[in-house]
């Protein structure tokens, strides 16, 4: 198994390794995958698949970092639901992130959707501004974003297979909100080293109004 890390390597170069049900193999198996894999190229990237609090695999000596779910649950029951208040979201939020290294959280991979879930503009019920303003969080709260793609485009789909359609190669147009929107987040994300590393700070959670605001600094 350990030898398939090789042939990835010399073969395609790859930049990281994404590890599906990874909470499902046994820890010591990943100690040997991370020193293996660093063995190899240090900066290769190693995200593992788990849908809950993953600091067990994230102490230095398996995963660099892992999806996302956290961020995507606290986005959803607040953004797409409205289920929760303006300071419970803040509050999950920087729960997660304060409960992994600093390293870690700045490269956790948050996601709104992916090949296991509804995508977030259909959990949204269509409703357009509600999806760009999970992109907006999504882009500009710590962490390595990842966008499932046909998101920015505007795709929607349900639960499995809904959600794993042909990509819509048709919207891909200038004058598509959805494109417009992702890509002045992206631009503004690449010119800000606030926005890409910077610590997280709350700065206003008003409950009445459903409003939050937090700053990068």
């Not at 990281?16 to 660093?38: C, S």
């Not at 994230?58 to 995507?72: E, K, T, V």
């Not at 907006?136 to 959600?163: C, F, K, L």
Request: charged share 25%; aromatic share 12%.
């Amino acid at each position: 198994m350990l030898d398939v890390t090789h042939f990835w390597h010399k073969e395609a170069g790859i930049d990281g390794w994404r590890l599906d049900v990874a909470n499902e193999v046994e820890m010591d198996f990943w100690r040997d995958f991370r020193t293996t894999v660093k063995g190899l190229s240090p900066e290769q990237w190693i995200v593992g698949e788990v849908w809950g609090d993953a600091r067990q695999w994230l102490r230095g000596d398996q995963w660099d970092s892992a999806m996302g779910y956290q961020f995507r649950d606290a986005a959803l029951k607040f953004i797409a639901e409205g289920n929760t208040t303006a300071t419970q979201f803040i509050d999950a939020l920087l729960r997660v992130y304060e409960s992994y290294p600093p390293q870690v959280s700045r490269n956790l991979m948050n996601l709104l959707s992916s090949h296991d879930t509804p995508r977030f503009l259909t959990l949204c019920k269509g409703d357009r501004d509600l999806a760009l303003l999970g992109a907006t969080v999504q882009m500009t709260w710590p962490g390595s974003p990842s966008i499932y793609y046909g998101e920015e485009i505007g795709m929607e789909g349900a639960a499995d297979p809904d959600n794993r359609r042909g990509m819509e190669w048709n919207r891909l147009s200038d004058d598509n909100p959805f494109l417009t929107h992702y890509r002045k987040l992206m631009k503004l994300r690449a010119r800000s080293a606030a926005l890409r590393t910077g610590e997280p700070i709350r700065l206003l959670a008003d409950d009445a109004r459903r409003t939050v605001a937090y700053g990068r600094v």
